[in-house]
Structures are given as structure tokens and as C-alpha cells.
């Protein structure tokens, strides 16, 4: 499975962006599908899963009500909608695909990692 995450970008606080989550290769439709992410200096942390049909969504408390997770599994793509931005929002946005679609959204427990894009929000 290989997994390219594109959109990120700069935006002033209050902004908002769209990333994406193109997959290749594998059963997409049958993965679950986080976002992490991870700031200079800190660990990787989840952000945002959605389960294999999406039925099910989790977020971190941080982001609850600014960024909404979403999946297009004709498209094999899934996106974060992230509004409101902060800087602390400010970091390496990774997508990854778990091969159990109930995921527990753990870093370690995904299997599949994308290459990050960056996303840097100024005040």
C-alpha cells in the first residue's frame, strides 16, 4: 500500500485547508484511515480516524469540531477538512492505513505510513 498526502501549505490563524490521501496498491476500502501528525521537537500524535466505510469517526480532543475526517473509498482518498486553525496546528501532517478497519488509532499500530506534508499556521 503506498500512501501520498498532499495540501498542506501556509495560512494565517483562523484559516483553513484541505489535505488529501491519494492510495495506491492494496484494498483501501477495507482499511482504517488516520491522520497523525507531529511538531518540531514532539512526538507523532493521531489527530483524526475514520473506519473502513466510514461509519465511525475519532478525534483527539485538540481538533474536535475544527477538523472533520472523510473518506471516498470509489476514489481511494481521504481527506481532513481543517478550519480554524492555530499555530499550534503547525506541523507534519502524515496519513496512515490500518489493516484492521476498526482501528485503535495507536502510531504503533498502524501499517502503513504516507510521507507528511507540511503545515504551518502563523498568527
Known amino acids: 500500500v503506498q500512501l501520498q498526502a498532499s495540501g498542506g501549505g501556509s495560512v494565517q490563524a483562523g484559516g483553513s485547508l484541505r489535505l488529501s490521501c491519494a492510495a495506491s496498491?492494496?484494498?483501501?476500502?477495507?482499511?482504517?484511515m488516520g491522520w497523525f501528525r507531529q511538531a518540531p521537537g514532539k512526538e507523532r500524535e493521531f489527530v483524526a480516524g475514520?473506519?473502513?466505510?466510514?461509519?465511525?469517526?475519532s478525534y483527539a480532543d485538540s481538533v474536535k469540531d475544527r477538523l472533520t475526517i472523510s473518506r471516498d473509498n470509489a476514489a481511494k482518498t481521504v481527506y481532513l477538512q481543517m478550519d480554524s486553525l492555530t499555530p499550534e496546528d503547525t506541523a507534519v501532517y502524515y496519513c496512515?492505513?490500518?489493516?484492521?478497519?476498526?482501528?485503535?488509532?495507536?502510531?504503533?499500530?498502524?501499517?502503513?505510513w504516507g510521507k507528511g506534508t507540511q503545515v504551518t499556521v502563523s498568527s
Open positions: 475514520i473506519t473502513w466505510r466510514g461509519g465511525r469517526t
Open positions: 496512515a492505513a490500518d489493516l484492521w478497519p476498526y482501528s485503535s488509532w495507536s502510531v504503533e499500530g498502524m501499517d502503513y
Open positions: 496498491g492494496g484494498t483501501f476500502s477495507m482499511y482504517g
